[in-house]
């Protein structure tokens, strides 16, 4: 690590050298200093520290025209870890524009790292140990390599965006396929869009406004309806025997006088009678409002929604018919 730290300064050394290093810099003039400096790490962190006390003094331009003339084209220094050779020219461009801040902030940068890179390496016999319980910890437990799924989740991704590209790139070369491809794209969205908003309305006024019931056998008792609903129970249709079940309520609450006997209505428009009746109506008396609300929600969620029954919404249907005041056998 240590010795990819110095590379790095080595590399950003190199990088801004002139004439790359920006606009309006002028070249760093090559006269004056040596070519290259050999050091070892004790006396380039002391030449380092040389030049940084000079700069923190204020130097006049003068002054710092004759730094940036005695510096070296590069430092070779020569540490345990190897031997770096380190460009001047970051620091002589910095000299050259003469700023004295930037010229110091970076001989101490390089002077920390150079510590750092001189810094004893600690090893551990039981170094694969410790790494081994850290590792061990429970916020490092979801740290896997990617398994099979997600290797073939990133080829899928990579093979749709490559298609995309491909079809993006096309479409560049020629603009008249390109902008027919994006309004196809465009008419689609907005179909799909279409589309669901349709199926959803439709869902919602077949939920609320429900089917009429025609075919239903109006000559029925609430007795027949909660046969019915007990022969369906015992075959497993417990959707049929909650469907039978409200109706048996209706049948029940027809012969109590609270609904009329028209079964053209909805269930959505025999709850609003009962609970809710019409100017010049009577409410009834005993509330029977709660036990067909519950009834109604059972019927729309089973029947009408599709949402399937079991055992237990038999039984609560067979609650509320209790509740209205049905004798089960």
Avoid at 236 to 245: D, I, K, L, P, T
Wanted: proline share 5%; aromatic share 8%; net charge neutral.
């Amino acid at each position: 690590m240590r010795c990819s730290v110095l590379s790095l300064l080595i590399l950003l050394g190199v990088a801004a050298n002139p004439p790359t290093f920006g606009q309006g810099q002028h070249a760093t003039p090559e006269t004056g200093g040596p070519v290259s400096s050999a050091y070892d790490g004790a006396s380039f962190t002391a030449e380092l520290r040389r030049i940084a006390e000079i700069l923190n003094k204020k130097p006049s331009r003068n002054e710092m025209a004759a730094l940036r003339d005695s510096l070296p084209k590069r430092w070779s220094v020569a540490t345990s870890q190897g031997s770096f050779s380190i460009s001047s020219g970051p620091l002589r461009n910095q000299l050259n524009s003469f700023s004295s801040e930037k010229a110091q902030a970076w001989v101490k940068h390089l002077e920390q790292e150079l510590e750092f890179s001189q810094q004893p390496v600690s090893s551990s016999p039981n170094a694969r140990a410790e790494l081994d319980h850290i590792l061990a910890r429970s916020e490092f437990g979801t740290v896997k390599p990617p398994s099979a799924l997600d290797l073939l989740r990133q080829r899928l991704a990579a093979w749709v965006e490559g298609m995309l590209l491909k079809l993006l790139g096309g479409a560049s070369r020629h603009p008249i396929g390109g902008q027919i491809l994006f309004w196809l794209l465009i008419v689609a969205a907005v179909g799909f869009v279409a589309i669901w908003v349709f199926r959803f309305l439709v869902k919602r006024d077949h939920v609320n406004a429900l089917e009429g019931v025609d075919a239903l056998t109006a000559a029925m008792t609430w007795q027949e309806w909660i046969r019915e609903a007990r022969e369906a129970a015992s075959h497993g249709n417990f959707r049929e025997a909650v469907h039978s079940a409200y109706w048996a309520g209706i049948a029940r609450l027809e012969d109590l006088g609270v609904v009329p006997k028209d079964r053209t209505k909805t269930p959505r428009e025999y709850l609003q009678l009962v609970v809710a009746p019409v100017d010049g109506q009577l409410a009834p008396e005993q509330n029977h409002g709660a036990p067909l609300s519950a009834l109604t929600k059972g019927l729309e969620r089973t029947w009408y929604a599709h949402r399937g029954a079991g055992l237990e919404d038999f039984h609560e249907s067979l609650r509320h018919l209790e509740a209205m005041g049905c004798l089960l056998e």
